[in-house]
């Protein structure tokens, strides 16, 4: 089902024996857009901790009880390993939530999007014997925070389109469809989908990401209405749209 973060922050995460806590943000891949965690802020039995739970703890949602109930218990997050969520999360500290958690990798050899399927132990130590041998040629930082994306500005191929308020989510598969972008008064919608697939270039730095379309092909493309669903039939209609248009 796609989701706009904004419709399930603040829902609860559920444990196999009580509540973990609040979600806040999410922590996606800024290479394929996959979402790899949700940031989790504890309640009072965790002196308000934020915690990072990878999606694949996360079993079949219950929407109408705004829960994310997870095969997780108490006892584990209570034990996991203290992660900032206030700074980039490298890869090491990755690998200790990995030791800890009975999740499988997806980083390193014979790993796809949602992860691998050797046993745990075996899977970690491929992946830290293959990080080793590479040292120094993998990226260390590789997780966003969709907090702080928020806000940058998307610029098409001849003016400026908006920045980001919100996000498009596949919570099947926990992959990011669209950002949600605000435009501001010189479009009669005054917010419109952008595809990650569209995106010519992102400068982290300055927060500036420019896609592949013109600001006329934004306006005459079909419109987005927050207040409705990203069904099937909408999104049919807006990749037919720029798929003759995005080069």
């Known amino acids: 089902m796609k989701r706009s973060l904004k419709s399930f922050t603040g829902f609860s995460l559920g444990a196999t024996d009580g ?24 309640g009072g039995w965790l002196s308000g901790r934020k915690v990072l739970i990878a999606t694949q703890a996360i079993l079949a949602p219950i929407w109408e009880d705004e829960i994310f109930q997870t095969n997780l218990s108490l006892d584990q997050i209570r034990e996991s390993p203290d992660i900032d969520t206030d700074k980039p999360v490298s890869r090491q500290e990755e690998s200790k939530l990995y030791s800890h958690f009975p999740w499988h ?41 969709t907090e702080k994306v928020k806000g940058y500005h998307i610029h ?34 005054n917010k419109i989908l ?44 807006l990749r037919d749209y720029y798929g003759r248009l995005v080069r």
Do not use: C, Q
Request: zero cysteines.
């Open 19 to 42: 509540e973990i806590g609040k979600v806040e943000e999410l922590y996606f891949d800024d290479d394929t857009w996959t979402v790899r965690y949700l940031v989790v802020k504890t």
């Open 105 to 145: 990798i997806y980083w390193g050899p014979g790993t796809g999007s949602m992860g691998g399927l050797m046993p745990l132990s075996e899977s970690v130590k491929a992946a830290l014997a293959e990080e080793r041998k590479n040292k120094g040629l993998l990226p260390d930082e590789h997780l966003r925070s």
């Open 156 to 189: 098409a191929t001849d003016g400026e389109l908006g920045h980001v308020v919100d996000y498009i989510v596949d919570t099947e598969n926990w992959e990011i469809g669209f950002l949600v972008v605000e435009t501001g008064s010189w479009f009669s919608h």
């Open 194 to 237: 952008v595809s990650p697939t569209w995106i010519s270039e992102i400068n982290w730095s300055t927060a500036r990401v420019i896609v592949n379309v013109t600001v006329d092909t934004v306006k005459s493309g079909p419109p987005y209405d927050p207040n409705n669903p990203v069904n099937e039939v909408y999104e049919t209609n």
